[in-house]
């Protein structure tokens, strides 16, 4: 007998976590905090509906904090066997989360200074030593689809998925599992890349599976056909004219990277002047040497840039805040110039505090890069709501409001579709939408329908499937 439990990623894009149980192994797959409406944040403070001492092992499709920032969690309550997955990851991890352990702690903090907070004291749900007790876990592994044995009677292999540096597609293989006893495979997409972003490979194609778990993020929608780089050339120019600031919230991971590339291909090939681009994040840096580490992630492009002796993350008049002291600094500067900070949807971080100072502001502009996920601040401001909520205190919304669909590192439904293409011939028994809000999970569905005729669900949050 083998089954798969939906603990989180199911009818929302935050929260991943899926329960895999087999003849005599137990793991989680992926395991990440929830974000954004409040009734999803309070899961993250619910005991799970396993013992986290009981599990086998956990494995991790990619960094981000929607698949990664529970592990501090788990391992407090007392986990403490390996967590594998991609080297690339294993990288971003050892900078995302001591920093989600970090600001779950300063928020605590500033909740009870300000006396913010119903419960008292306010808690962190983690801390940065929780956090770094998590990383000692961590078991990299080659994201070359060779597989490794993770568990009794289970192996993981990993290969690229193309959504940020070190995301990987894992298939797992359960011995002796299903009806017939003769094992089954199970495929989790992940979160799927957009084809041709810039700095990272494609996807690869899927391996054949038993089941398989398909992401739906942007299961209703497909990408502005803008291409990002001509809409960032458009933007900036008009921010030019007005003489305001441009203010980027953006992950500090892949986003951040990927927008500074393309401003530095701007700037070469002249189609804008130099200005002062400003990265305001602590882990920008770190997360920047990551993704000029890892080889055998990078595409062509990156490789021929570098081929001409040209860094290709960096601008001409680029600095980078780590310190408080030189995000502080950044406030005195004026005139048209770019600030890159997280996090981009702005549920914290330092894009907090420059966005108290530019939201109101009519010449200066804010443009969202990334999705934005209900009930987050970004998500309001898509909205046209007039004023947002920052740290207890309204914010008028003056300033322009942009926003660059085509940016995205993930698939769209399209996308989603050529990817899965090549399992055609083989089609899995059951295909789960996961990873999507409502609506985009069920469109997804009806594309993969009417497309390729396959047998899909979207299931619920809690909801358990025997892998017959
Ligand atoms: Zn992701």
């Given at each position: ?100 352990g970090r600001l779950q702690e300063e928020e605590a903090d500033y909740r009870n200074r300000h006396n913010l907070t119903k419960h008292d004291p306010a808690l962190p749900l983690y801390t940065e030593r929780d956090a ?261 205190q309204w914010v008028p919304v003056r300033c322009h409001i942009e926003r660059i669909g085509g940016f995205s590192a993930h698939a769209d439904w399209k996308e989603i579709l050529r990817w899965l293409a090549p399992l055609q011939s083989t089609p899995p028994r059951k295909t789960f939408l996961t990873h999507g809000e409502e609506e985009s999970a069920a469109a997804m569905a009806e ?22």
């Amino acid at each position: 007998m083998a089954s798969i439990t939906f603990l989180g990623g199911a009818g929302t894009v935050t929260g991943s976590k899926y329960l895999v149980e087999s003849t005599g192994a137990r793991l989680l797959v992926d395991c990440g905090m929830f974000q954004g409406l409040k009734e999803l944040r309070e899961r993250n403070w619910q005991d799970p509906p396993f013992d986290p001492k009981s599990l086998d092992a956990v494995v991790i499709t990619h960094a981000h904090i929607d698949h990664t920032g529970y592990l501090p969690r788990l391992v407090a309550m007392g986990y403490s066997r390996p967590i594998y997955c991609s080297r690339g990851t294993s990288d971003l991890v050892k900078i995302l989360l001591p920093d989600a352990g970090r600001l779950q702690e300063e928020e605590a903090d500033y909740r009870n200074r300000h006396n913010l907070t119903k419960h008292d004291p306010a808690l962190p749900l983690y801390t940065e030593r929780d956090a770094r007790a998590a990383i000692d876990l961590l078991k990299p592994v080659p994201n070359d689809g060779n597989p490794v044995e993770v568990a009794n009677g289970v192996r993981a292999s990993f290969r690229i998925a193309g959504h940020i540096l070190g995301s990987s597609l894992v298939l797992l293989e359960l011995d002796g599992a299903g009806d017939d006893q003769k094992g089954r495979r199970i495929l989790f997409s992940g979160d799927l890349g957009h084809y041709d972003q810039p700095i990272i490979r494609d996807p690869v194609a899927p391996p054949a599976c038993d089941y398989l778990l398909v992401e739906s993020t942007y299961g209703d929608r497909l990408h502005d056909p803008e291409d990002p780089k001509d809409a960032l050339e458009r933007i900036i120019k008009d921010a030019i004219k007005r003489n305001g600031a441009v203010l980027i919230p953006a992950f500090a991971v892949g986003r951040t990277q990927e927008i500074v590339y393309l401003i530095r291909e701007l700037e070469e090939e002249n189609r804008i002047p130099v200005l002062p681009v400003r990265v305001d994040s602590p882990m920008a840096a770190a997360a920047t040497q990551a993704y000029g580490n890892r080889k055998e992630e990078q595409d062509e492009d990156y490789a021929s840039v570098l081929a001409h002796r040209v860094y290709p993350l960096r601008t001409r008049n680029m600095l980078t805040a780590s310190s408080r002291d030189e995000s502080k600094k950044l406030n005195d500067e004026r005139g048209t110039r770019i600030i890159i900070s997280a996090s981009g949807m702005m549920t914290g971080g330092r894009v907090l505090h420059h966005a108290q100072r530019i939201l109101p502001d009519e010449h200066a502009t804010i443009v969202f890069v990334g999705y934005q996920a209900a009930g987050t601040t970004g998500r309001r401001i898509l909205n046209g709501e007039k004023e947002v909520k920052i740290y207890g205190q309204w914010v008028p919304v003056r300033c322009h409001i942009e926003r660059i669909g085509g940016f995205s590192a993930h698939a769209d439904w399209k996308e989603i579709l050529r990817w899965l293409a090549p399992l055609q011939s083989t089609p899995p028994r059951k295909t789960f939408l996961t990873h999507g809000e409502e609506e985009s999970a069920a469109a997804m569905a009806e594309h993969i329908k009417e497309s390729l005729g396959w047998n899909v669900e979207v299931p619920e949050y809690g909801e358990k499937d025997e892998l017959k």
